[in-house]
């Protein structure tokens, strides 16, 4: 054989070998990084699920879930009397609209529509 076509198999040859073995080291590199992708997600998982579990946990306390109720419920003990402080809203001082805005009623959405209705 010549040269020239010893060089041409062999070619054909590499490329043949390349080509056989870049399918599968794609798909390699490729499950490589979901695996990657797929440990941080597990470690994020068991990390919620450890702070779901300590909450389960705080709220296996009766005493916590009365404390939650109060808390988020505004619950009371029969004979308690609640109080509800309310803080000045911080309001800026009130400016006159300027024509094409529409200035924008006081009180509550029934107490306005009642208004409306009413006439007054």
Do not use: H
């Not at 040859?13 to 794609?26: E, M």
Request: aromatic letters at 6%; one cysteine or more; a positive charge.
């Amino acid at each position: 054989m010549s040269t020239t076509r010893r060089a041409a198999v062999v070619a054909i040859v590499v490329c043949a070998l390349a080509f056989t073995i870049a399918v599968p080291l794609r798909t390699y590199l490729s499950q490589r990084t979901e695996i990657r992708q797929q440990q941080a997600q597990q470690a994020l998982l068991q990390q919620t699920v450890a702070q779901l579990q300590g909450r389960k946990a705080e709220l296996s306390d009766p005493a916590q879930i009365e404390a939650e109720a109060r808390r988020r419920l505004r619950y009371v003990k029969p004979g308690e009397t609640p109080y509800i402080v309310q803080l000045p809203e911080d309001k800026a001082p009130d400016t006159v609209p300027q024509s094409g805005q529409q200035q924008i009623p006081d009180g509550s959405w029934y107490d306005n529509l009642w208004n409306q209705v009413s006439g007054g």
